[in-house]
């Protein structure tokens, strides 16, 4: 699909704002793709766009990841909670290389429609909305343990299904280990780094496979537009999470599923 600047700026947009947020970016894609008339948005945009979220998650939490980086190579006590953080976003990274590797293509195939990502969406802010209604415990992020990190892991894996948004798993099973909100949603954010740069890797190799080709303008503009907008969509949402909850996403989401089912 050409798209000319205006489309990039607008799927730029959606693409800063509904990779971290709970809501499904998948689903999200899908309006875009009916009002321009094509579903294909070109696999160099596709990179483009994933990439600006990358760098955005990168930069907002680069304090923590240089503490990470630091105890990898440290033995002091002080930073003995970034090395037990590091290890939890590698075990829970695990599962979802696995599960893309096996799973992706023939999911995509199968179910990549409007009503099925509609069903998807509607089922999964459901489990969200079950997740944060009976919260019971209240860990911080260095309280997750391996066995908890784990299962964040496997959870997310359900992310490879559109319509289930990433985020959404990965806070949802945040939530239902006992984490408390915020620290949940940092964890699913901080987790998005490897889980987007994986899936960036197997953007560029299937660039390099189909031989796709692109426009550099619209590509500069993708990315700068969508790193944008993800960063301060994880600033606004990690400072007013605690405040607003997970009700009014879990409301929109069956909104938005409504909506879709209606136009198919």
Known sequence: MDIDFFQATVLGIIQGLTEFLPISSSAHLLLPSLVFGSGDLGLSFDIAVHAGTL??????????IILMAKSVFTTEENFSQHRKLTLYLIIATI???FAGLTFSSLIEQRIFSISN?????????GILLFAFMYRKENKGIFEITIYGALIIGIIQCFAIIP??????????AALL?????????????????PTILGALVFLIIDSQISGT?????????????????AFFTIKFFLNFVERIGMVPFVIYRII?????????
């Open 95 to 97: 599962p979802i290389i």
């Open 163 to 172: 319509g289930a948004s990433r985020s959404g798993m990965a806070i949802t």
């Open 256 to 264: 938005l599923g409504l909506f879709l089912l209606l136009i198919v």
């Open 55 to 64: 760098m955005a998650v990168i930069y907002f939490f680069k304090s923590e």
């Open 213 to 229: 080709t692109y426009n550099f303008l619209n590509l500069v503009i993708g990315f700068f537009v969508s790193m944008f907008f």
């Open 117 to 125: 990502i509609a069903y998807i969406n509607l089922f999964f802010a």
């Open 177 to 193: 280990i006992g984490m408390n909100l915020k620290d949940a949603s940092k964890f699913a954010f901080m987790l998005g780094i």
